[in-house]
């Protein structure tokens, strides 16, 4: 019996121009990319990029981290990258994203 999680693969992007290819191809926004990436790097951020590849697609994810005390803060400029990600459509259609087609809901 096949595991629905020996169908995904996931992977820290350690090149540049492979994630800013990626963002590009799924339509992702500025927001997304290595340079804004970078940006928050040099205030002090730490940034991990995640890409997910399933039977349904790809999946991008940047976490700007920024440390606290006892713990870390973080977030994603304008969410996950996903296949078709566009504001007002995309997989999940009008209904299933937040305002200003920030991404899907979680």
Same mark, same amino acid.
Not at 27 to 33: N, P
Not at 46 to 52: G, M, Q, W
Not at 53 to 66: C, E, I, K, V
């Given at each position: ?18 994630? &800013?290819?990626?963002?590009?191809? +799924? ?37 700007? +981290? ?15 990258? +996903?296949?078709? &990600? ?21």
């Amino acid at each position: 019996m096949e595991h629905r999680q020996d169908r995904f693969s996931r992977r820290h992007v350690v090149l540049r121009a492979r994630w &800013d290819a990626a963002v590009r191809k +799924l339509d992702g926004s500025v927001l997304q990319s290595w340079q804004w990436g970078e940006l928050y790097r040099h205030w002090g951020y730490r940034v991990e990029r995640i890409r997910v590849d399933g039977p349904d697609g790809t999946g991008l994810a940047q976490f700007l +981290l920024w440390p606290q005390d006892p713990g870390t803060d973080g977030h994603m400029a304008r969410g996950p990258v +996903l296949r078709g &990600d566009r504001p007002g459509g995309g997989p999940a259609g009008p209904a299933g994203r937040r305002r200003g087609g920030a991404g899907p809901r979680a």
